[in-house]
């Protein structure tokens, strides 16, 4: 079993997602040993507790640089003995000190098909803002590997959501969670976490 460490900063359905993977048994190369935020309301570590997970703050404010805190995060998941990490709505962009230590062994769920609607500035309901006005018919959700480049790494599952007559980005964004994220986020975890 792989030990996984799972950075988030918001409400977390993508954790809960994990969660409820490892439980049906779609996750069964991994456990999730530690929870840790970049936000300190995020309702991500009330789901991680409520299930008896460690979960943890890490707050960039508290560090002198991004390199610090870079550094911080790396240290935490090291200490957790953590093996493959899994970014779940984490909306900060991980540098080289954390990269390095992780390399091919870092998952990022993203709400769209990539290379559509990607890179710096893409996340959340932006994503679904931009598919929505450039006026596509079909988006999705990608599972890819995190390296230097934003969305940019290889990647491991895609899936294709219909928009809708009448869509908002709220209304689309919740639809591609629930018949594409909260799917292929689970099965791309299990993959890496069944590595060698
Ligand atoms: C998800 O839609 C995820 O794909 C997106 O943030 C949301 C987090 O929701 N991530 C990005 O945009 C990364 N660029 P959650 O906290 O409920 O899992």
Request: glycine fraction near 10%; include cysteine.
């Amino acid at each position: 079993m792989k030990k996984i460490g799972v950075l988030v900063s918001g409400g977390g359905t993508n954790l809960q997602a994990l969660i409820d993977a490892q439980k049906s048994g779609v996750l069964k190369s991994g456990e999730i040993v530690t929870v840790v935020s970049n936000k300190a309301g995020a309702y991500a570590l009330e789901r991680a507790k409520n299930v008896g997970i460690d979960a943890h703050v890490i707050l960039r404010r508290d560090h002198a640089s991004k390199e610090d805190f870079d550094i911080a995060l790396r240290d935490y998941m090291q200490s957790k003995g953590v093996e493959v990490v899994v970014l779940a709505g984490f909306l900060s962009i991980l540098g080289e000190n954390f990269l390095n230590a992780y390399k091919d062994k870092i998952i990022n769920i993203h709400p769209s098909l990539i290379p559509s609607f990607c890179g710096d500035g893409f996340y959340g309901l932006k994503v679904h803002e931009a598919a929505l006005s450039y006026g596509v018919k079909v988006t999705g959700a990608t599972a890819h590997l995190v390296n230097e480049i934003t969305d940019g790494g290889k990647i491991l599952l895609q899936k294709a959501v219909y928009i809708e007559d009448g869509d908002t980005p709220e209304i689309l964004q919740k639809r591609v969670m629930e018949q594409a994220e909260w799917i292929i986020l689970p099965q791309a975890v299990e993959m890496i976490c069944a590595q060698d």
